[in-house]
């Protein structure tokens, strides 16, 4: 839409110094004559400016650019643990309590009255049709070639171009990557990974009896130094980094660090997996690029969903398997993995018919937005010096807060049905001991969310007296 676009060139403006903190908008008469568009497309730009924070309304007098929130000061983000990486064995069974209702602030999701299922319906009604007698064979283990060719041509638009016979249809992000840890890896073998590191994560290795390396988190990214000197010692066998928008943390790795992690994953031939459930979920106008896009001798396998960007109960995701593709697919056909034929060809109709990015620039909006809405609160509410996490992409908050007894808010939150993910969930180290992850994709005006969010917040501020 041309008002969103407008916007757009309005917050790179004002994220680049261009229109200063508290500086007057021009007239919505004169914006559209700057812009030659109608009076309506510029009175809904502003209007969406302002329901994002951007910029604040006075009556009487016009639009003027928001002060932004205090976070945008670096030293009030939650601070990265230096350590020295070595190897561990990961925890079993998980931290939390997988009785208490997951909704809405633990499992990262968005609420589900954003799905499209009038347009999804409608695919999957013209996929049953097209299918015919088709509907008795068996799906083939690499996926229906229309929707290998749909992703092919939709991920051509961020200019990352790979062929449809490269990739492999799965069960979701994380069966994509459980497949990857077997052809790569063998039991006892130890796989590197993002501290902290999302704990669904963390439990697929400790079931796979694979050990792992904590990698130290950065601003950039991840520390590449210590990553390099294990690959040297040959201390890993692997790794497995989410790259872009990090479960849990909300950063992703710089352009430079992701093709230097490519660099070293060549350079040492150890396979690098690379989960991007979250790619497609950037706040930004520009998304991101995968390590994937660097890499050209096949280290790199790269795993996606629409499990975070549509919904999770369609458990389909996909594999770019590298120089790995064959031992990739002997592995699923040995298991019988053949994804079910209809929901695949409903997908693809989805994506072709331009469904699928409009959904995505929807929700893309939504969650700026909540990301906004959810920091402002939490600011106002939580103990004074909490450090919340600046994410451009994703669903959660990394949340900081000093004295915080997180197995006290755990047994608490427990016992008054709150779901609430702590941070010694996301390591093997017993660190993140004052921090603990929220999901921001539901509204906080909903009087559910906001009830729960408060009992939460009371419980926080118990926990960080005691």
Known sequence: MRYIQLATQCVQQIESGQLALHAKMPSLRKFKQLHNVSMTTALNCYQHLESLGWLVAKAQSGYYVAQQSPLMDQSSRPSFVSFTSSITKPHLPAIYNPFVDPCPLGIARYDPGLIPIDKLQGSFRRAMKRQGNHL??????????????????????????????????????????????????????????????????????????????????????????????????????????????????????????????????????????????????????????????????????????????????????????????????????????????????????FIQRGDYLNHLKKIRLHLAQQTLQFTTYLQQNLPLNSKISQPAGGFVLWIEVDNLNTFRLRKLAIEKQLDVRIGESFSTLGLYKHCFRLNIGFKISASEIELKLKQLITLVNTCSKE
């Open 136 to 349: 008795s064979h068996y799906p083939a283990p690499q996926g229906e070639p229309v929707l290998r060719e749909s992703l092919s041509d939709h991920f051509k638009r961020i200019d990352f171009h790979f062929s449809a016979e490269d990739c492999v249809i799965t069960h979701g992000c994380l069966d994509a990557i459980r497949s990857a840890i077997e052809i790569i890896t063998e039991e006892g073998d130890a796989v590197a990974i993002s501290s902290p590191c999302f704990s669904g994560l963390l439990e697929l290795l400790g079931v796979m009896k694979r050990r792992v390396v904590e990698i130290p988190s950065v601003q950039e990214g991840i520390d590449l130094d210590q990553l390099q000197k294990q690959m040297h010692l040959g201390s890993i066998k692997a790794g497995l980094f989410c790259t872009s928008h990090m479960n849990p943390q909300g950063t992703s790795m710089t352009p430079l660090q992701k093709q230097r992690l490519v660099e070293l994953a060549t350079h040492y031939k150890i396979p690098i997996i690379e989960d991007d459930v979250y790619l497609e979920l950037g706040y930004k106008k520009v998304l991101p690029l995968p390590a994937k896009h660097w890499d050209t001798e096949g280290y790199i396998l790269w795993c996606g969903s629409i499990s975070k960007t549509i919904a999770a109960g369609y458990r389909l995701g996909w594999c770019l398997p590298g120089r790995y593709l064959q031992a990739y697919l002997q592995q699923r056909l040995f298991a019988n993995q053949g994804i079910t034929s209809p929901l695949q060809l409903a997908i693809a109709d």
